[in-house]
């Protein structure tokens, strides 16, 4: 595993950092072993995978809490976000289950993650703060190669998102608004690929650009995509100069100076 000034400084160039094994062999093994039985597919049997999607939510059984509770995990979140700046989440969300199909997927746009719904609203909304959402999570659960639908990732991206958000204020904008204009504004990042084996987690900045894509493999692709919870809002002007690796890559984004603590 990298250093932690290593690991940093990859997350602030590139968006997002992958943590190899970062959730135990077994308690992965048991998160699959639990989400096929919620497909009501047969693991072995591909002619009961007749759907491209499974979305399965609200796992909250006991592999699924561990998961993002390991000691290397929690550090990580320490060095990106900040100690005592994250809350502690005991679920991983839903899980968009890709498998091998002819079907291609109609939720395959260059996007950033939603993280609050204002009253009223149908979409959700991010704003340059990213209320509500202190990271982007992808953790794999199953082997995913560069046929099996692995999230694609426009390396740097996050730095380009800054500006986006930034006319819309405090209320922020929704997904519905924000798809294009950051799709435009990173379409000239390179793409990545988040591939690897059960138990590897990217952990990714809230404005990371990313999109799913058709799965062309022979296993399906088991992955859950959850936020980090933040304890506290993010800040862009503090007095002290602390700022979080998350903070920072905002602020370069938005072109403010940088104190030498940043560089």
């Avoid at 560069?146 to 730095?159: C, K, N, Y």
């Avoid at 958000?165 to 990173?186: D, T």
């Avoid at 002007?237 to 072109?255: K, M, T």
């Amino acid at each position: 595993m990298d250093d932690d000034t290593t690991l940093v400084s990859r997350f602030l160039r590139d968006g997002f950092v992958k943590l190899a094994g970062a959730v135990a062999p077994r308690v992965a093994a048991d998160c699959a072993r639990l989400l096929w039985r919620e497909t009501g597919c047969e693991p072995d049997e591909p002619a009961t995978w007749t759907r491209p999607v499974h979305w399965v939510g609200g796992m909250a059984r006991g592999p699924f809490a561990a998961a993002p509770n390991s000691p290397g995990l929690h550090h990580a979140y320490d060095l990106l976000v900040g100690a005592g700046r994250w809350e502690p989440r005991y679920s991983l969300g839903t899980f968009p289950l890709r498998f091998p199909h002819e079907e291609e997927p109609d939720d395959a746009g260059w996007h950033i993650e939603g993280s609050y719904l204002p009253e009223g609203e149908s979409w959700y909304f991010t704003d340059l703060r990213s209320r509500d959402r202190a990271l982007l999570m992808l953790f794999l659960f199953s082997e995913v190669g560069e046929e099996d639908a692995p999230t694609r990732i426009r390396v740097g991206s996050h730095l380009d998102v800054p500006k986006v958000l930034e006319k819309y204020g405090e209320f922020g904008a929704s997904g519905l608004v924000l798809g294009p204009e950051v799709a435009a504004a990173s379409e000239h990042r390179p793409v990545a690929l988040a591939t690897g084996s059960p138990g590897d987690v990217y952990l990714c900045h809230p404005f990371l650009v990313h999109a799913a894509q058709a799965h062309h493999g022979v296993r399906p692709r088991f992955l859950a995509q959850p936020p980090l919870p933040p304890a506290v809002p993010y800040e862009l002007e503090r007095a002290d100069g602390a700022y979080s690796p998350v903070e920072i890559a905002i602020r370069r984004g938005l072109g403010l100076s940088a104190p030498d603590r940043e560089s």
